[in-house]
């Protein structure tokens, strides 16, 4: 299996690069490509070019436009790089006849109610991020290409920036700490998601009639917290490791969305159902809090 990964340093492409391996060859790009390969998403003729000349079996597209609030002021790099490229790599991958393998988020809801979103449900995204990360849903899906959509949530890894790691920094240099605490999801770790996306893909070179598996996923760790609950977690771990903080688990105050302003609003549920990734692949998505606490002890070696 020949794999064309884009994206390979960011925070879920470093972890498939690992995932990936044992898999096949894998052709593994960032933005500033390689031996004149394009893995640039703003650069759709370079992306074109590139998958044809590679002519890869499947594509991983973990790459995007991921700096939320800046979009919003950015509307035109946030669709070319969310929604115009990843279309472009569907109208590749059909007419080479390879699969795609796309990430999305949570953000193409609009947060309203307590229920897990159902990968069927409504849409209605609150921000330029989620709306031109819809867009390239929308895009993928309707080119006709073999594609599978993994939509996840509040993704973390112990390599880059992280919440937990900024968390640990600002319990460290601060003497209070407020967090906003009407948000509720499940994080996420890089490793799990490429972890099952090596599954998945494993499933699909078996897979005689595997039009059936195309389509979207909710990919999430299981059970929930809200952004209060993952800090305490994350300075209550810190604290038993004998890390020195200024601000404890049970002197975090707990806010509101409002209180927090930022340019691109968040959706307070992010809760997603994994049940259809779950049957489909014979898979069991482990609770958020034994990821979070393996990649806690990873960093704070």
């Not at 991921?66 to 007419?95: F, H, M, W, Y």
């Amino acid at each position: 299996m020949k794999i064309l990964l884009l994206g390979k340093n960011g925070q879920v492409g470093w972890e498939l690069q690992r995932a990936l391996a044992p898999l096949g060859e894998v052709i593994a790009l960032d933005r500033h490509g390689a031996s004149g390969l394009c893995g640039d998403l703003s650069n759709l003729d370079g992306l074109a070019a590139t998958v044809r000349h590679i002519k890869p079996n499947v594509i991983v597209n973990a790459a995007a436009y991921t700096a939320v609030d800046k979009a919003e002021s950015d509307q035109i790099s946030a669709a070319l790089v969310n929604a115009e490229a990843p279309s472009l790599l569907a109208q590749e991958a059909k007419a080479i006849g390879a699969w795609l393998i796309h990430y999305s988020t949570d953000y193409v809801f609009d947060g309203s109610g307590e229920h897990r979103w159902q990968e069927a449900a409504p849409t209605g995204p609150l921000s330029v991020y989620g709306r031109t990360k819809l867009e390239g849903e929308q895009g993928i899906l309707s080119s006709g290409a073999m594609a599978i959509v993994l939509r996840t949530s509040w993704v973390y890894a112990a390599r880059g920036h992280n919440f937990a790691k900024t968390m640990l920094r600002l319990a460290a240099e601060r003497n209070t700490l407020s967090v906003v605490a009407d948000q509720f999801g499940a994080p996420t770790g890089a490793e799990l998601i490429a972890d099952v996306t090596a599954l998945i893909m494993r499933r699909i070179a078996a897979e005689r009639d595997d039009s059936q598996l195309q389509g979207i996923y909710h990919l999430a760790a299981s059970g929930e917290t809200s952004w209060y609950g993952f800090a305490r977690f994350v300075l209550a771990h810190a604290q038993r490791s004998g890390i020195t903080l200024k601000v404890t688990a049970d002197q975090i105050a707990p806010i509101s969305t409002e209180a927090y302003p930022v340019p691109a609003p968040r959706p307070r549920n992010s809760r997603l159902a994994v049940d259809k990734l779950e049957n489909t692949f014979n898979l069991k998505m482990p609770l958020w809090e034994q990821g979070v606490q393996r990649m806690l002890d990873e960093i704070q070696q």
